[in-house]
């Protein structure tokens, strides 16, 4: 999940409120997904002669470290999310249904939230011209259990999953578990064909990162030039049907200068980018080819404190960095007002943020306090924080920071590293790491535990966890939350939110800020609709050019 963003725009977060909470309300019998209107057979599509097709160009910083749709948890999202296609689907904000149907046109489960059987869509083709149908699903989520990288501890409550008939599955649960919300998730439930992936024998993920794909989705993946470019192509069987209009090819365009992509963007030669610089938001929007586009996210940015070395092991001096960051004036001046300090790791917006939790305020007079009290009278230690090259706003924390650490004698030295290189760095000796590992988080499906899990929950082995922090009483909250997330939705949130209690009072981590989506788009395309659930995702089907 690397690289994250985050915030909210108060309106439209009390409907995504709103919608969780209806959502949350489970009857006392299984439950139908809503009806689905029938889908009408669409013509059999004309090819489109070359020089006619309509090519949608998205530039971004980030490359795409793995698209195999098993493992891919980063970046690559963007690219997975229009070559294949998940059971469930979360609606954009203001959607009558928090949840609608995909691959599944419904869904119900026992009271227990012990069981669930998903109906699956007919008539739905693979890239490789095989058909869709329940063997297709158990075998998908398989893989990726067997292989259990990436977000596949979405899938962890799944004991057995059976295949009822062509187009029925039956998931059997060790504990209960939204699975419902677990289906719709952007990273880890997609679907994919079993004879395309077999077919590739031992070397399948190596086959999927050189630009291949086994999916369903609207578009297939044409060729890959690593660290540079993507490029899909419409899949003509697709079962959604194609109009005029709707573009045919997409080019996914790597570049990590932000100027670069604001004058492809101004200059026609792309049609959607974002992580502009803030402080052009107002030229650009003014622009008539140009569309700025402000929503709130589910998007945060931390800074993971090392647990385990000297002096960060020390809950006071922890506390301390967290008195020494100016949080209001970095959100007002740096930020421009666009984001809010955040309450902890859950973002606001989302079930399980609470305005009733602690928060740290810029307080040197306190952090010296501390200081002193942990032994550190002077400061007199040095500190590296880690952040993702070429992310201004991440860079501009860490230069803030620096001067306020300054004042109280803590020499902070802050590293731009390629993503890989600061993952690398985390997942070395704890001894020997950063101190301090900032990145945003965003969900892989929407529920506290992704948060609280990834980052917080004890592991043996390091992968996102990267302030090695661990407390089996926090452990507990969370595990029993995300049990109850199916069945009581008000004591999952009650647990959630007395685990981040214990989180920010033993200052596990700096929780800066949560931040809104910035989409910048040619106001020539229609159809958008910015989807907090599937970060900087362009459903590109959706779209068409006037």
């Known amino acids: 999940m690397l690289q994250k963003r985050r915030g909210l725009m108060l309106a439209i977060s009390l409907l995504m409120i709103l919608s969780l909470t209806m959502a949350a309300c489970k009857p006392a019998s299984p439950t139908p997904a809503p009806a689905i209107e029938p889908v009408e057979e669409a013509p059999p599509p004309s090819p489109v002669p070359e020089a006619e097709k309509n090519v949608f160009v998205y530039v971004l910083a980030p490359t795409f470290p793995d698209i195999d749709p098993s493992v891919s948890f980063s970046d690559d999202s963007v690219v997975v999310g229009n070559v294949y296609e998940t059971l469930v689907f979360y609606n954009p904000p203001g959607s009558e249904e928090v ?12 009271v227990d939230g012990l069981t669930w059987i998903f109906h699956l869509r007919e008539g739905v083709k693979f890239h490789d011209g095989t058909d869709f149908n329940a063997e297709a699903v158990k075998y998908s989520i398989d893989r990726t259990l067997s292989l259990g990288l990436g977000a596949a501890f979405i899938w962890d409550a799944v004991d057995v999953i059976t295949v009822i008939d062509d187009y029925t599955v039956e998931f059997k649960l060790t504990y209960s578990a939204p699975m419902d919300l677990v289906a719709a998730s952007g990273y880890g439930a997609w679907i994919f064909s079993p004879a395309c992936t077999e077919a590739q024998g031992e070397n399948i993920s190596e086959w999927f990162n050189e630009g291949h794909d086994c999916g369903s989705g609207p578009y297939m993946i044409e060729s890959r030039e690593r660290g540079s470019r993507l490029i899909v192509n419409r899949f003509d069987d697709y079962w959604g049907g194609w109009s005029e209009g709707q573009f045919d090819i997409v080019v996914f365009e790597v570049n990590p200068d932000p100027v670069v992509r604001q004058q492809m963007l101004e200059a026609g030669e792309a049609d959607f980018t974002y992580a502009l610089p803030r402080v052009n938001f107002e030229a650009l929007d003014a622009r008539d080819d140009v569309t700025v586009y402000i929503n709130p996210s589910f998007q945060n940015l931390l800074g993971l404190i090392n647990m385990e070395k000297e002096p960060t092991n020390n809950k006071l001096v922890r506390q301390a960095l967290s008195y020494a960051f100016p949080y209001q004036q970095f959100v007002e ?93 985390a997942m070395s000796d704890p001894l020997a790491a950063q101190d301090i590992f900032v990145m945003y988080w965003w969900p892989d499906y929407v529920t506290p535990y ?32 995300n049990e109850f997330s199916a069945t009581d939705r008000e004591e999952a949130e009650r647990l959630f939110i007395e685990a981040q209690e214990i989180l920010i009072e033993e200052a596990a981590a700096m929780f800066f800020y949560d931040l809104p989506n910035d989409h910048e788009l040619r106001s020539d395309i229609e159809g958008y609709a910015d989807n907090p659930a599937y970060p900087h995702i362009v459903f590109v089907y959706k779209l068409t050019r006037k």
């Open 333 to 425: 001046i740096v930020m421009l007002g666009q984001a809010t300090q955040a309450y902890g790791p859950v973002p606001a917006g989302m079930w399980g943020f609470s305005e009733d939790l602690f928060q740290y305020s810029y307080d040197l007079d306190k952090a010296r306090e501390l200081l002193t009290d942990a032994g550190y009278p002077e400061g007199g230690f040095d500190l590296v924080m880690t952040y993702a090259t070429g992310d201004l706003e991440e860079e501009q924390v860490g230069e803030l920071w620096r001067a306020e650490l300054a004042k109280l004698g803590i020499n902070l030295e802050v590293r731009g590293m390629e993503w890989e290189a600061q993952w690398d760095l």
């Open 99 to 110: 949840l609608g149907p995909a691959l599944a046109t419904g869904w119900e489960s026992s």
């Open 450 to 481: 992704t948060y609280l899990f990834n980052m917080f929950h004890c592991e043996e082995e390091i992968l996102f966890n990267d302030g090695y922090y661990c407390n089996p009483e926090f452990d507990d909250l969370i595990d029993r939350g």
